[in-house]
């Protein structure tokens, strides 16, 4: 693993922090029989908000005392440093064509319990290096050693990488942007998917205005009183966690 300890950009807002805390949240009420380790986050179109999604789920999780691993599986777009300042050149597709080990591409960073992979150099042929033997040894590996992987996956409305590495997950989540996507395109993808046998989570709908989210959650007042929102969220956080599993049906 690199030495170096990246310095990584959080600052959310009370109310954006607590959509990511609800997020992870009903990750975690996902689980059923099995738990959700290795996590797909894809989208229909390049530019809605995947890789910050992704990104500030991992870190949210991290926050909460998990150990995560974010890894950019984006491998049609090499820039390593798209996300992180890392002077590490090595990443995914290294891993998988043999010119590194897994501990040489993993990067730490300065929030404790979250780690990144970038996607490395350029290739040819990046769905035969998703469909190889070395990228789902890859996923077996990290699963072992990280509570919580997510794999930044390439829009699957272009390219079919995403329901490649959906089919080798635990769970897949779809980000879609508000008012940018056609419904038919949306069912499109989410039909791609349930082909490719992936456990699809759900979707998070990114980008929506301030004054939709405000009418959506007003009942908890997020915009007026943080406190009483607090105490609410709180609550009901509380009473979900002590239910059993078996009281959700």
């Given at each position: ?165 959906a089919a080798q997950v635990d769970g897949t989540i779809i980000v879609i942007e508000a008012n940018a996507v056609r419904c038919q395109n949306a069912l499109r993808m989410k039909e791609q998917l349930v082909k490719a046998n992936a456990n699809i989570l759900g979707a998070v709908l990114n980008k929506i ?41």
């Amino acid at each position: 693993m690199s030495e170096i300890s990246y310095v990584i950009k959080y600052d959310l807002n009370q109310t954006v922090e607590e959509a990511y805390n609800v997020l992870r949240a009903n990750i975690q009420f996902c689980e059923s029989s099995k738990k959700i380790t290795t996590l797909a986050v894809t989208s229909y179109s390049p530019g809605e908000g995947k890789s910050t999604t992704s990104i500030n789920l991992g870190i949210s999780m991290a926050k909460a005392g998990m150990k995560v691993l974010y890894v950019d599986a984006d491998i049609r777009k090499p820039m390593p440093f798209k996300y992180f300042m890392s002077t590490n050149l090595k990443g995914l597709t290294n891993y998988i064509l043999g010119q590194a080990e897994l501990n040489e591409i993993i990067n730490k960073t300065d929030i404790d319990g979250f780690d990144f992979i970038t996607c490395g150099i350029k290739t040819n042929n990046p769905v035969e290096l998703i469909n190889s033997d070395r990228f789902s040894n890859l996923i077996r590996e990290v699963r072992q050693i990280y509570d919580t992987v997510i794999i930044d996956t390439p829009p699957l409305g272009s390219v079919i990488d995403a329901a490649i590495i959906a089919a080798q997950v635990d769970g897949t989540i779809i980000v879609i942007e508000a008012n940018a996507v056609r419904c038919q395109n949306a069912l499109r993808m989410k039909e791609q998917l349930v082909k490719a046998n992936a456990n699809i989570l759900g979707a998070v709908l990114n980008k929506i205005s301030k004054s939709e989210y405000k009418n959506y959650y007003g009942s908890y007042d997020y915009y007026n009183s943080r406190k009483k929102y607090m105490k609410k969220w709180s609550q009901l956080i509380k009473n979900l966690k002590s239910l059993k599993r078996g009281e959700y049906d």
